[in-house]
């Protein structure tokens, strides 16, 4: 089970801490994603991070404004957001998975997903 929680409502150039708790999988063998859905658009990739930690990736949009991390010891997936855009409202969903690296940026990719939390940017 994945359990996003940290959204919310922030004005322009704010900032917001996602975080998703993992329970029922073997965490730290996972890779562990970020997706986000906008109204009336697909939902689409925004980070991940490698069951290791040592492999990060990002959409362009978010590079350097977006830091993912993990906590393998408490099982939590965290997404910073930084900088935020209104660009950057949606619904965001954490997601496990074991994809390989061609799959990374995929929702294929990933076979465990949580119901999604809001994330709402004004301008």
């Known amino acids: 089970q994945l359990q996003a929680s940290g959204g919310g409502l922030v004005q322009a150039g704010g900032s917001l801490r996602l975080s998703c708790a993992v329970s029922g999988l073997t965490f730290s063998s996972y890779t562990m994603g970020w997706f986000r859905q906008a109204p009336g658009k697909e939902r689409e990739f925004v980070a991940a991070?490698?069951?290791?930690?040592?492999?990060?990736y990002y959409t362009d949009s978010v590079k350097g404004r977006f830091t993912i991390s993990r906590d393998n010891a408490k099982n939590t997936a965290l997404l910073q957001m930084n900088s935020l855009e209104p660009e950057d409202t949606a619904v965001y969903y954490c997601a496990a998975g074991r994809p390989i690296t061609t799959y990374v940026r995929s929702s294929s990719g990933y076979h465990y997903w949580g119901k999604g939390t809001q994330v709402t940017v004004s301008s």
């Open positions: 991070m490698s069951w290791t930690g040592g492999g990060t």
